[in-house]
């Protein structure tokens, strides 16, 4: 098992740029495959960026292609989302997840272990 802890979020013009971070427990978070999901009020949760356990391939969703950049360092246990350029619809709860695959997975049902959620709001 592991356990997801995220930091970061806040309140941010738009324009600017935040950098969320997770922390993972556990001495496995090297074997997962980590993703960051976003939820914004009355909308599913949506992938916005996956990365695979070994070697690290990534993937983003179109809506932050080019914005945002995902990384991990698994020495640290750590999940990162470097989120640049923001949007007022970026706004949304921000998760953080491990999926036992060892592909780049896409579906949140992949996904068996979430973190709390940090919230992340951009003014225009």
């Known amino acids: 098992q592991v356990q997801l802890v995220e930091s970061g979020g806040g309140l941010v013009q738009a324009g600017g740029s935040l950098r969320l971070s997770c922390v993972a427990s556990g001495r496995t978070f090297s074997t997962y495959t980590m993703g960051w999901f976003r939820q914004a009020p009355g909308k599913e949760r949506e992938i916005i960026a996956s990365?695979?356990?070994?070697?690290?391939?990534?993937h983003y969703a179109e809506s932050v292609k080019g914005r945002f950049t995902i990384s991990r360092d698994n020495a640290k246990n750590t999940l990162a989302l470097q989120m640049n350029s923001l949007k007022p619809e970026d706004t949304a709860v921000y998760y953080c997840?491990?999926?036992?695959?060892?592909?780049?997975?896409?579906?949140?049902?992949?996904?068996?272990?979430w973190g709390q959620g940090t919230q992340v709001t951009v003014s225009s």
């Open positions: 990365i695979s356990w070994f070697p690290s391939s990534t």
């Open positions: 997840a491990a999926s036992n695959s060892h592909n780049v997975v896409f579906a949140p049902d992949e996904y068996a272990y």
